[in-house]
Each structure stands twice: as structure tokens, then as C-alpha cells.
């Protein structure tokens, strides 16, 4: 007779019962609250550094930037509300 090895469901379901409550408490806690507002804060920053060393970097070498796009884009937009020109080119009757 051989013995047969438990379902992954079984094993997946019996470890998350045991662990559940203790991992809840603790994502509950201001220590974890804590860690991930820093930890998102920590990434913002870093995010925003890459990026503008990116930009100086295509600036640099003559390529446009995001942020130069970004706000050619806007003068656009300013542009064509002042003189109340239609998104496809037509004019405002």
C-alpha cells in the first residue's frame, strides 16, 4: 500500500490558517503602516531623481525631454484656448 503525499491545496490551506491571524495582527500594526509609507516615500524620491538626471542627460545631447514635451504640450493647449481652436483643428462656431 503506498501513501499518498498531500494535495498542494491541502498544504496551501492548512499554512494559511496557521499563519493568517499572526500576518493580519501584524499588516495591522503602525510599525508595518510605517514601513510602507517610508518605503513609498523612499520610491517616490528615487523615481523622480532617475528621472531628472534622465531629462538633464537628453537635454544635454540635444533630445527632447518628458518635461520638455510636457510643457510645449501645455503652451499648446494655452494656445488653442485662446484662440478657441477645436482639439482636430477645426474653429469654434
Known sequence: MTVK???LLRVFTTVERRTSPRLEGWVRSDLFLDTVAIANSVSRRGVRMVE???ASALET???PSARQVR???TS???L???HQVEPWG???S
Open 61 to 63: 545631447v540635444g533630445m
Open 80 to 82: 488653442a484656448a485662446e
Open 5 to 7: 503525499p498531500p494535495s
Open 52 to 54: 531628472g538626471t534622465l
Open 76 to 78: 499648446l493647449d494655452r
Open 71 to 73: 510643457s510645449l504640450q
Open 90 to 92: 477645426g474653429h469654434r
